[in-house]
């Protein structure tokens, strides 16, 4: 019995031991990593992740870079550094037990940093010029394409229609910007006049390696348009890899590569895009059957040492069907409601087939010196056709909340029916050849071109409106109860238009440019770019020089400092669309636009927050000239031909642009602009009764009646005279989960002047409610740089993989972007808003390889 209880109790004492000294061999068989994370400049990086590959866990490093981790010994271990914007570093070790390891990590950007902190972008800073980083159009959440919806937070832009890709610029309407994509103009659709029409814009962000936007004052080796020019380079790849994306609005695919021994290089994209699901929100109800896709294609192949070819293909199927069936619209005050409510039937149908390419030839005689001979083409084939009869009615809508029919319309102020039909046919084709040069120099560069293009425009055009109300085809006449004789006047068709236009012009244009770089005693900087740009336009034989020049100033006491003016003249030679009276005739005598600009700004960078920042201002004042005057109905531009104008356009933009977050950039812009015309021999009457008092305004009457003062308007607003504008675009992540990240984009933007139909330029003074919207999306990268795979796993052949969740116009705010306008037999009219899109969710998936 003793000898049975010793045995227990050894049993006992040594289970004992063994508890206690298993933490005590636990804790024995750790190791510290003791270190730094530094960036490629040697400075420290706060908040980057220090992880052990395959285990929980992990720290960051403090403000000084430095961080300490305990390690399991006596084993292979991975160390994984990571930071947004940084490349992730590994560290293969080893440690024994009590080991104490020190380690220096230095990580490469991965990313364009910030404009101005960068040696090749140091030139842009004394130009009127901005570098964007191509991800943020890839990451930012977006109903039309990546870039432009970027473009559209900067100074000086605005855009009050989320579903087109484009924007105005300081006053400037879609008319007057400039795009390139490796040196090819790139033009858009023409009979396009809404923005769910509109289908893909030309730049594919995934395809992007560079992106250059100016909101004036650019040199003269850009063309002759009055307002901004965006220029884009493409991606040439170094190795094979790509993308692919999906989400509820569409698709796409991006890949590239090289082959015979990189001398060649392709790069591909294709996207898809279906906007049913955002279209079926609106308020216009109906079977919505739209098709968007393009293939683009960028082919270089090295020749030899000092020559190269490159072909950039653009094909694109753009088809918008819709079959509408009802719409029913609120609008008015709270205190009164009125109800638009309309049953469809018929439907609308648009084509746009566009076709583009572009061959460059490269030729580089020596290191300083860059030849290219450029030959491009494009191609237009587009249809509008619709027959559309709408049955509508309009009444007022019970407010009173104790009421029982409170929400139900009560009060019937109008019925009628409206019958719409087009058949209009647009090609044109456009063939240009250009030579473009550049020779750099240590304290100068020289730049050249001469460029000509040959035109051609076949329009058929045929389209009209007829209003009906109660019985009676608007307009008609007013007249006398009991009248014996009343006027029964013939059907009228409102707005009536047929035309056939063909049109063959030639361009030729050509410019001259240098740049000096001087240094003053002081060590101070001072860049001159003086340049002069012609052009010729043989359809009314017009001769122009557009001489511009730009001038900076980096003092040597603050070289962080950037002082900038430029100035110059913009032509804008007409194309087409500014030929085309809205009765469809072409106007033998139109001449070129012209806008003088005068910008003065400065450009500053700064350390906060150990973080750089970037905060520019730049004032403006553009005098306009012969102006053809127009008025925008949703995204189509009607121009009025017949009418020329004088104007202005004057403000001030703010930017301000860093790291609010490390590691990840972000900006807010606020523009402040006034744009006016006043349009050559416009005037009306007021007239007077016998007392002084007016008793009409803007008719003509017998003047034996009355006496009459004849009055000339003035300065005018014009249409896109928006005086505010506010933007935020904002990017964030989770601490300690780099790759779990917000995107957010604020707009806010003061309305635009419209005014009614049928009316003079003069009195379109009413103004759009204002332009309001917030998006916001959140992605997770689930597969990045320091995961790893199995042998087997499919998913191993993906560098990166993430999904987001976008939300579209978070705040649920019902944006107007134009007006129905309905009359009543009495020709009272009633200004109908139409809105656009409501909140909507998307997800999106996407993967790089």
Same mark, same amino acid.
């Given at each position: 019995?003793?000898?049975?209880?010793?045995?227990?109790?050894?049993?006992?004492?040594?289970?004992?031991?063994? +508890?206690?000294?298993?933490?005590?061999?636990?804790?024995?068989?750790?190791?510290?990593?003791?270190?730094?994370?530094?960036?490629?400049?040697?400075?420290?990086?706060?908040?980057? &992740?220090?992880?052990?590959?395959?285990?929980?866990?992990?720290?960051?490093?403090?403000?000084?870079?430095?961080?300490?981790?305990?390690?399991?010994?006596?084993?292979?271990?991975?160390?994984?550094?990571?930071?947004? $914007?940084?490349?992730?570093?590994?560290?293969?070790?080893?440690?024994?037990?009590?080991?104490?390891?020190?380690?220096?990590?230095?990580?490469?950007?991965?990313?364009?940093?910030?404009?101005?902190?960068?040696?090749?972008?140091?030139?842009?800073?004394?130009?009127?010029?901005?570098?964007?980083?191509?991800?943020?159009?890839?990451?930012?959440?977006?109903?039309?394409?990546?870039?432009?919806?970027?473009?559209?937070?900067?100074?000086?832009? *605005?855009?009050?229609?989320?579903? *087109?890709?484009?924007?105005?610029?300081?006053?400037?309407?879609?008319?007057?910007?400039?795009?390139?994509?490796?040196?090819?103009?790139?033009?858009?659709?023409?009979?396009?006049?809404?923005?769910?029409?509109?289908?893909?814009?030309?730049?594919?962000?995934?395809?992007?390696?560079?992106?250059?936007?100016?909101?004036?004052?650019?040199?003269?080796?850009?063309?002759?348009?009055?307002? *901004?020019?965006?220029?884009?380079?493409?991606?040439?790849?170094?190795?094979?890899? $790509?993308?692919?994306?999906?989400?509820?609005?569409?698709?796409?695919? &991006?890949?590239?590569?090289?082959?015979?021994?990189?001398?060649?290089?392709?790069?591909? $994209?294709?996207?898809?895009?279906?906007?049913?699901?955002?279209?079926?929100?609106?308020?216009?109800?109906?079977?919505?059957?739209?098709?968007?896709?393009?293939?683009?294609?960028?082919?270089?192949?090295?020749?030899?040492?000092?020559?190269?070819?490159?072909?950039?293909?653009?094909?694109?199927?753009?088809?918008?069907?819709?079959?509408?069936?009802?719409?029913?619209?609120?609008?008015?005050?709270?205190?009164?409601?009125?109800?638009?409510?309309?049953?469809?039937?018929?439907?609308?149908?648009?084509?746009? %087939?566009?076709?583009?390419?572009?061959?460059?030839?490269?030729?580089?005689?020596?290191?300083?010196?860059?030849? /290219?001979?450029?030959?491009?083409?494009?191609?237009?084939?587009?249809?509008?056709?619709? %027959?559309?009869?709408?049955?509508?009615?309009?009444?007022?809508?019970?407010?009173?909340?104790?009421?029982?029919?409170?929400?139900?319309?009560?009060?019937?102020?109008?019925?009628?029916?409206?019958?719409?039909?087009?058949?209009?046919?647009?090609?044109?084709?456009?063939?240009?050849?250009?030579?473009?040069?550049?020779?750099?120099?240590?304290? @100068?560069?020289?730049?050249?071109?001469?460029?000509?293009?040959?035109?051609?425009?076949?329009?058929?055009?045929?389209?009209?409106?007829?209003?009906?109300?109660?019985?009676?085809?608007?307009?008609?006449?007013?007249?006398?109860?009991?009248?014996?004789?009343?006027?029964?006047?013939?059907?009228?068709? /409102?707005?009536?238009?047929?035309?056939?236009?063909?049109?063959?012009?030639?361009?030729?244009?050509?410019?001259?440019?240098?740049?000096?770089?001087?240094?003053?005693?002081?060590?101070?900087?001072?860049?001159?770019?003086?340049?002069?740009?012609?052009?010729?336009?043989?359809?009314?034989?017009?001769?122009?020089?557009?001489?511009?020049?730009?001038?900076?100033?980096?003092?040597?006491?603050?070289?962080?400092? +950037?002082?900038?003016?430029?100035?110059?003249?913009?032509?804008?030679?007409?194309?087409?669309?500014?030929?085309?009276?809205?009765?469809?005739?072409?106007?033998?005598?139109?001449?070129?636009?012209?806008?003088?600009?005068?910008?003065?700004?400065?450009?500053?960078?700064?350390?906060?927050?150990?973080?750089?920042?970037?905060?520019?201002?730049?004032?403006?004042?553009?005098?306009?000239?012969?102006?053809?005057?127009?008025?925008?109905?949703?995204?189509?531009?009607?121009?009025?031909? %017949?009418?020329?104008?004088?104007?202005?356009?004057?403000?001030?933009?703010?930017?301000?642009?860093?790291?609010?977050?490390?590691?990840?950039? @972000?900006?807010?812009?606020?523009?402040?602009?006034?744009?006016?015309?006043?349009?050559?021999?416009?005037?009306?009457?007021?007239?007077?009764? *016998?007392?002084?008092? /007016?008793?009409?305004?803007?008719?003509?009457?017998?003047?034996?009646?009355?006496?009459?003062?004849? +009055?000339?308007?003035?300065?005018?607003?014009?249409?896109?005279?928006?005086?505010?504008?506010?933007?935020?675009?904002?990017?964030?992540?989770?601490?300690?989960?780099?790759?779990?990240?917000?995107?957010?984009?604020?707009?806010?933007?003061?309305?635009?002047?419209?005014?009614?139909? %049928?009316?003079?330029?003069?009195?379109?003074?009413?103004?759009?409610?204002?332009?309001?919207?917030?998006?916001? $999306?959140?992605?997770?990268?689930?597969?990045?740089?320091?995961?790893?795979?199995?042998?087997?796993?499919?998913?191993?052949?993906?560098?990166?993989?993430?999904?987001?969740?976008?939300?579209?116009?978070?705040?649920?705010?019902?944006?107007?972007?134009?007006?129905?306008?309905?009359?009543?037999?009495?020709?009272?009219?009633?200004?109908?808003?139409?809105?656009?899109?409501?909140?909507?969710?998307?997800?999106?998936?996407?993967?790089?390889?």
């Amino acid at each position: 019995m003793r000898d049975r209880s010793t045995n227990y109790k050894s049993i006992f004492v040594l289970i004992s031991i063994l +508890v206690i000294s298993l933490p005590i061999s636990l804790v024995a068989q750790t190791a510290t990593v003791k270190g730094k994370v530094l960036n490629n400049r040697g400075n420290a990086i706060e908040l980057a &992740n220090v992880a052990i590959v395959g285990e929980p866990g992990g720290t960051t490093t403090n403000e000084k870079g430095s961080f300490k981790l305990e390690v399991p010994a006596e084993k292979d271990i991975i160390l994984a550094i990571t930071y947004v $914007g940084f490349a992730d570093s590994r560290r293969k070790m080893n440690l024994k037990s009590g080991e104490t390891k020190n380690i220096e990590i230095k990580l490469e950007s991965t990313t364009t940093n910030l404009p101005g902190f960068e040696v090749k972008d140091e030139q842009l800073r004394t130009q009127s010029m901005v570098r964007l980083n191509p991800k943020d159009a890839n990451l930012a959440p977006s109903l039309t394409e990546g870039v432009s919806d970027i473009i559209k937070t900067l100074p000086g832009v *605005s855009s009050s229609n989320e579903m *087109s890709s484009q924007y105005s610029v300081r006053g400037g309407n879609f008319d007057e910007n400039l795009v390139y994509v490796n040196d090819i103009e790139i033009y858009r659709p023409f009979l396009v006049n809404s923005g769910q029409q509109e289908g893909l814009s030309f730049v594919n962000s995934s395809l992007v390696s560079s992106l250059l936007f100016s909101a004036g004052g650019f040199g003269v080796q850009y063309g002759d348009k009055m307002s *901004s020019v965006l220029d884009v380079q493409y991606k040439v790849p170094s190795e094979f890899g $790509g993308s692919f994306s999906a989400s509820l609005l569409g698709a796409e695919l &991006n890949f590239g590569g090289t082959a015979a021994q990189d001398k060649f290089t392709y790069l591909v $994209g294709a996207r898809y895009k279906t906007n049913s699901y955002l279209l079926n929100s609106l308020e216009t109800q109906g079977e919505y059957q739209p098709e968007f896709m393009d293939v683009q294609s960028l082919f270089t192949y090295k020749l030899s040492d000092k020559w190269d070819l490159s072909f950039l293909g653009y094909y694109s199927h753009n088809k918008y069907k819709v079959v509408p069936a009802n719409r029913e619209t609120d609008f008015g005050t709270f205190q009164e409601v009125i109800r638009f409510k309309v049953y469809f039937d018929g439907n609308e149908t648009d084509r746009y %087939d566009m076709y583009q390419g572009g061959i460059t030839l490269g030729y580089k005689p020596a290191k300083n010196t860059n030849l /290219k001979l450029i030959v491009s083409a494009f191609n237009t084939n587009e249809s509008e056709t619709y %027959d559309i009869q709408g049955q509508y009615w309009i009444g007022q809508v019970e407010t009173s909340l104790g009421s029982e029919e409170y929400g139900e319309a009560v009060q019937s102020q109008g019925i009628g029916t409206y019958l719409l039909h087009a058949r209009n046919y647009f090609k044109a084709n456009v063939v240009s050849a250009e030579h473009k040069g550049v020779i750099i120099k240590e304290k @100068s560069t020289l730049k050249w071109g001469v460029k000509y293009q040959h035109q051609e425009v076949d329009d058929k055009l045929r389209e009209w409106e007829m209003v009906d109300s109660a019985g009676y085809s608007l307009p008609n006449p007013t007249d006398t109860p009991g009248n014996p004789n009343p006027n029964n006047p013939n059907l009228e068709i /409102k707005d009536f238009v047929s035309a056939k236009n063909h049109l063959v012009t030639n361009r030729v244009s050509a410019y001259l440019s240098n740049q000096w770089n001087l240094k003053t005693k002081d060590n101070s900087e001072i860049t001159i770019t003086a340049g002069l740009r012609g052009n010729y336009w043989d359809y009314n034989e017009e001769f122009l020089l557009a001489p511009r020049v730009n001038f900076s100033y980096k003092p040597s006491k603050n070289p962080n400092l +950037v002082f900038r003016f430029a100035s110059g003249i913009y032509y804008q030679t007409p194309f087409y669309r500014e030929m085309r009276s809205i009765e469809g005739t072409l106007n033998p005598n139109v001449k070129s636009q012209k806008s003088t600009h005068f910008i003065a700004g400065s450009d500053y960078r700064f350390n906060t927050w150990n973080r750089p920042f970037i905060f520019t201002t730049e004032v403006y004042y553009k005098m306009l000239d012969n102006l053809i005057p127009y008025y925008v109905d949703n995204v189509r531009i009607r121009y009025l031909t %017949d009418q020329l104008a004088r104007g202005y356009a004057a403000g001030i933009d703010f930017k301000i642009y860093g790291e609010f977050v490390k590691g990840i950039d @972000s900006w807010m812009s606020l523009s402040i602009m006034q744009t006016k015309e006043d349009i050559y021999d416009d005037f009306y009457y007021d007239y007077y009764n *016998s007392e002084g008092e /007016k008793i009409v305004s803007g008719i003509s009457m017998d003047t034996d009646v009355a006496d009459s003062t004849r +009055v000339e308007p003035g300065l005018i607003p014009r249409p896109t005279d928006q005086r505010v504008n506010f933007s935020i675009f904002f990017q964030d992540y989770i601490p300690n989960h780099p790759y779990l990240k917000m995107h957010l984009r604020l707009l806010f933007s003061t309305g635009l002047p419209f005014g009614a139909p %049928d009316t003079e330029r003069y009195n379109h003074t009413l103004r759009m409610p204002d332009y309001r919207r917030v998006d916001i $999306g959140f992605s997770y990268q689930f597969i990045n740089e320091g995961t790893t795979f199995g042998k087997g796993n499919p998913f191993k052949h993906f560098k990166n993989m993430w999904v987001s969740l976008e939300v579209f116009n978070l705040l649920q705010i019902y944006n107007t972007v134009s007006y129905i306008w309905i009359k009543d037999i009495n020709s009272r009219q009633y200004a109908v808003p139409n809105y656009l899109t409501p909140r909507l969710l998307n997800i999106k998936l996407t993967a790089e390889f």
